[in-house]
Nanobody
Framework: QVQLVESGGGLVHTGGSLRLSCVAS????????MGWFRQTPGKEREFVAA????????NYADSVKGRFIISRDNAKNTASLQMNSLKPDDTAVYYC???????????????WGQGTQVTVSS
């Protein structure tokens, strides 16, 4: 069993930055791919970024590439998402997820955080 606790959401002006954090419980954290997804009302939850268990492989949605950076610290059982140059389209509830398979779709992740709201004002 893995439990994920997110933090770091908030309100920021266009062009600003936020850093989201996700702390995982349990063991074998380095066996899990960690992903970030986001969701706005009326839309499907969409893939944002993922990082492999070892931290050597990353993947980003085209919409955030060059602006967001995903990282992890396996010694602390944490994953982070540094979000720079934020724009109103980034406004969403952001979820961290852990899975043994990973990928860009939700079924690759078995464990999910509670979500944290990110709002970018124009």
């Amino acid at each position: 069993q893995v439990q994920l606790v997110e933090s770091g959401g908030g309100l920021v002006h266009t062009g600003g930055s936020l850093r989201l954090s996700c702390v995982a419980s349990g063991r074998n954290f380095n066996d899990y791919t960690m992903g970030w997804f986001r969701q706005t009302p009326g839309k499907e939850r969409e893939f944002v970024a993922a990082i492999s268990g070892s931290g050597t492989g990353t993947n980003y949605a085209d919409s955030v590439k060059g602006r967001f950076i995903i990282s992890r610290d396996n010694a602390k059982n944490t994953a982070s998402l540094q979000m720079n140059s934020l724009k109103p389209d980034d406004t969403a509830v952001y979820y961290c997820a852990a899975g043994t398979y990973g990928g860009i779709r939700m079924w690759g992740y078995a464990y999910w955080g509670q979500g944290t709201q990110v709002t970018v004002s124009s």
